[in-house]
């Protein structure tokens, strides 16, 4: 690592808005080999598009945190998707830079390590397997198969509605059904944008960046994402605030108010976020 004793100003872009954000970009900045920068994948790092099985990181994503990972702590991405899925999607195995990537995925139940090029994963839920099986006749016998797709997540599984006619109405109309659905097999839902996962309960971003912060013995902590699977995200990041960890909180985007306004740094969408990195590549940890 170079030298931090005089960390550069980021573009005016990229000031956080609060004073708690201002703070944990100071931190950041001071000391970037306490850092953890945290990332959502989908909509953060991969623009968000109709088939989910398309998505692909950013075409600068990959140079920017790789440029970024040598001068701080630890990189990390956190996701809904399968580590390994999530893996081949950002095309982010034996890239220099990137040794020690770190992708928890299934909201931390699976872990890749770029160290061991593996993945850790437990056995898929029972109650998961049982409402994978379920759900075609399910969605056909409410009258809802038209339109949506299920996306199998292997520790989950997903309900999407962006095909649909009318995606927001096929997404509300959804919400109740699958919510009871999931309750008889001892899941619970998560709505994102157009999409109702179901998966099993106790497992989470916020309860997966936690971990990992306490992991690494972080000394501040960066999280950037985009939809309300992040929002556990946030809170944890509020958390750790408390107990004098300085944190940043970026929102890869608005179209989700309720990140958004708990954000300190707004940026467009995944183009933003690699322009945030970049920046931070070019001032954490060098003269």
Known sequence: ??????????????????????????????????AVIALDFDGTLADIVPDPEQARAHPGAVAALAALAPNVGSVAVITGRPAGVAVRYGGFAGVPGLEHLVVLGHYGAERWDAVTGTVRAPAAHPGVQAARAELPGFLEGIGAWRGSWIEEKGQAVAVHTRRAEDPVTAFESLRVPLAELAARHGLIVEPGRLVLELRPPGIDKGVALAEYVREVGAGCVLYAGDDLGDVAAYSTVEKLRTEGVPGLLVCSGSEVPALADRADLVVDGPAGVVGLLTALSQTAGRD
């Not at 100003?9 to 100071?26: C, E, H, K």
């Open 1 to 34: 690592m170079g030298s931090q004793s005089q960390p550069h100003p980021l573009p005016t872009d990229f000031t956080p808005a609060t004073p708690a954000g201002r703070d944990g970009l100071a931190a950041l900045l001071a000391a970037p080999d306490r």
